[in-house]
């Protein structure tokens, strides 16, 4: 589960053209937590992933799963 919610995350925020401190501003975290969460060092809490799930537009399933590879 780790390597895929990294992986999702690096995916969402290089689609938005953001780099890791304006992703840390927009959802009001330090760019070490945002750097965390895509290496895959720690995992975002509930609330953390509502505001990666709400700035990319999709819901906090899509963090987890990649439906396009079915």
Do not use: W
């Not at 919610?5 to 925020?13: P, S």
């Not at 304006?22 to 750097?35: D, F």
């Not at 609330?47 to 799930?53: G, Q």
């Amino acid at each position: 589960m780790r390597d895929s919610i990294k992986n999702r995350l690096k995916e969402f925020r290089h689609s938005a053209g953001l780099t890791q401190s304006e992703v840390a501003n927009i959802c009001e975290l330090t760019v070490a937590s945002v750097n965390r969460h895509e290496n895959g060092n720690r995992l975002p809490d509930k609330k953390v992933l509502e505001k990666y799930a709400k700035l990319y537009g999709i819901t906090a399933l899509e963090l987890f799963i990649n439906f396009e590879e079915g």
